[in-house]
Every structure is written in structure tokens, then in C-alpha cells.
């Protein structure tokens, strides 16, 4: 149990690494924004509710039963700067009461993992933009995400124990065609594998890459972890197929590994 630990932590640090300073970054890119117009849809009935949180791979949902608290106008700005995330925003007693939801409520909903995030009226209570707009980049994650520090940090908060990463440079000309194919993957293994996506063209993502003993030359690629237990496989992938992601990760769900790395283990501790 000791190895499978420290494994995992060293993966995490790895996946993590460069948190602080790319939230600066994240943030400013955020704000900018693609237009910057969308409002939080307003909720009047449960059928509203129940349409916009099924229809989003994820959802922020602001109730609020007071709508003259300062939360509500932060939640608002957040809608213009994830633009990826759909908002809606209710006061409706009807709608509160079918979520069971009393006081203020900030809840995101997500596909991926049928997740339900809650911050309650006591979180709230401290909540300013910063922190807001953090926990949302945190935790907005999609069919397939695309890796970031911060959302490594996510990942490793979620029920979902077994993470694919397919590391592939976004500059090239197959791209567009794979990704399509990547994520029709990855609904097949809703709940149970994270999709990621880690752009290879990026060198600060380097680590990641190497971590996982892969060359420049072997990619595309596939990587795949288990965050309780410390195994690991790759795969280069010189064409993305449904049948091949499928394929891959079947076998790593039951335990086959087509490369056999134990023998790698203290090299990968060296790394750090
Ligand atoms: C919800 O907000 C609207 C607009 O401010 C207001 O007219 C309405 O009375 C509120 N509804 C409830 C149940 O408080
Ligand atoms: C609300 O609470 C009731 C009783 O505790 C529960 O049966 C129901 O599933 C809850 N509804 C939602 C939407 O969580
Ligand atoms: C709602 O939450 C706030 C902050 O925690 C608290 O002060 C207030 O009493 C709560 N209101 C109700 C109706 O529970």
C-alpha cells in the first residue's frame, strides 16, 4: 500500500505541477472571453431546470431565494467568462423545492460523471469572484477535457479512479477528425474513465508526457492511471479509432497491460 501511495502522489504532483502560476494565466484567459455575452438562463418552472441540466455536459445552477444578495451578481459574471458551461439562475419556489434546495445554493451538474457539486449558503457566504470562478475551472469537466493543472486537481477530486489521457499535438492536421472520435469514446465509458486530452505542441506539458516514458516520436498516444491503485499503460496511436480507445481501455479495466513497467518504477521517482 505504501508504493501504490506514494506512486499516485508522485503522479498528481506531476499532473499538478505549475498549479499557482497557471492560474494567473487561466484567469486572465477566461476573462477575455469569446464575445462575453451569455446571461445565466432564467428558470421559472422545473421543466426549465430539468431541460437546461440535461441538455450541458456541465450546468452551474445559482437558486437563490433572495435574489438581493451580492452572490448573485458574481454568479452572473462567471456565465460570461466560461462560456463552455451553461448557466441558469432561479427563485422560484416551485424549482427550489423540487432540488430540496432552501437557502442559497451554487450547483454544478455534470454529464461526465453525473456528478452534483454543491456550495451552500455557509460556502457562499465567503465566496467572492476569485474563488468562484476557481471552482468552477476546477471542476468543469467535459466528455473530453483538456489537461491543465488546474483541472488535474479536479480529476483527482472525483469519484472516477481511472483517467485517459490522449497526448497529441492540437497543431496537427489530424486533430479535428480524431478528437471527434475521442469523445464518441468517451461516452461509452461514462462514470467509470475520464477523457483528457493533453496537447503535445504545448512544451510546458512536457513532464507529463515523460512521466509516462513516452518520446515525441512515439505520439499520438494513449496514457492511462488508475489514481487508487498504481498501474499504468500506454499505447502510441498513430490513428485515433473508436475501436482502438475502446479497446485499450476495456483491457486496462480488466487488468491487462500491454507494457510492462514495473521495472521503471525507480526511474520514475528519479525524475522529480
Ligand atoms: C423572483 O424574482 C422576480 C424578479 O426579481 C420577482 O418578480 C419574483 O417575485 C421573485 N419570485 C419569488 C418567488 O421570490
Ligand atoms: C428531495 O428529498 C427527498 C426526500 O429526502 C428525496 O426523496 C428526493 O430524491 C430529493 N430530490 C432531489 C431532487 O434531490
Ligand atoms: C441561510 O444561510 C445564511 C448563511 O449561512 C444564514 O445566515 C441564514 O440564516 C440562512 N437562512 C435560512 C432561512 O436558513
Known amino acids: 500500500m505504501k508504493t501504490t501511495r ?20 487561466d484567469d486572465e484567459e477566461a476573462s477575455d472571453g469569446l464575445g462575453g455575452t451569455q446571461e ?48 441558469g439562475i432561479s427563485n422560484s419556489s416551485e424549482v427550489l423545492t423540487h432540488y430540496n434546495i432552501t437557502n442559497s445554493s451554487i450547483r454544478l451538474f455534470r454529464l461526465v460523471d453525473n456528478e452534483q457539486l454543491h456550495l451552500d449558503a455557509k460556502d457562499i457566504e465567503n465566496l467572492d469572484a476569485a ?29 472516477v479512479q481511472t483517467h485517459l489521457l490522449l497526448m497529441m499535438n492540437k497543431a496537427s492536421p489530424e486533430y479535428e477528425a480524431s478528437m471527434r472520435r475521442y469523445q ?43 489514481t487508487v491503485d498504481n498501474k499504468w499503460d500506454t499505447v502510441p496511436i498513430p490513428e485515433v479509432t473508436v475501436e482502438k480507445v475502446q479497446g485499450f481501455c476495456e483491457g486496462f479495466l480488466k487488468g491487462e497491460l500491454l507494457r510492462d513497467h514495473r521495472a521503471e518504477e525507480g526511474a520514475g521517482k528519479e525524475e522529480l
Open 6 to 25: 506514494s506512486r499516485c502522489l508522485i503522479l498528481s504532483v506531476v499532473l499538478m505541477c505549475g498549479l499557482l502560476p497557471e492560474v494567473t494565466a
Open 184 to 226: 464518441e469514446t468517451a461516452k461509452l465509458f461514462q462514470g467509470r474513465i475520464l477523457f483528457v486530452l493533453v496537447d503535445s505542441g504545448r512544451k510546458e506539458h512536457g513532464k507529463v508526457i515523460s512521466y509516462f516514458k513516452l518520446k515525441e516520436s512515439q505520439l499520438p498516444a494513449l496514457a492511462i492511471y488508475d
Open 131 to 159: 474563488k468562484l470562478s476557481r471552482f468552477i475551472q476546477m471542476n468543469n469537466l467535459h466528455w473530453v477535457t483538456e489537461y491543465s493543472p488546474m483541472i488535474a486537481a479536479g480529476l483527482f477530486n472525483t469519484m
Open 40 to 87: 445565466p438562463i432564467w428558470l421559472t418552472d422545473v421543466p426549465a431546470a430539468v431541460r437546461l441540466i440535461g441538455a450541458a455536459e456541465v450546468a452551474m445552477i445559482g437558486f437563490f431565494p433572495d435574489l438581493e444578495t451580492p452572490i448573485v451578481s458574481i454568479f452572473r459574471s462567471m456565465a460570461q467568462q466560461f462560456q463552455d458551461v451553461s448557466f
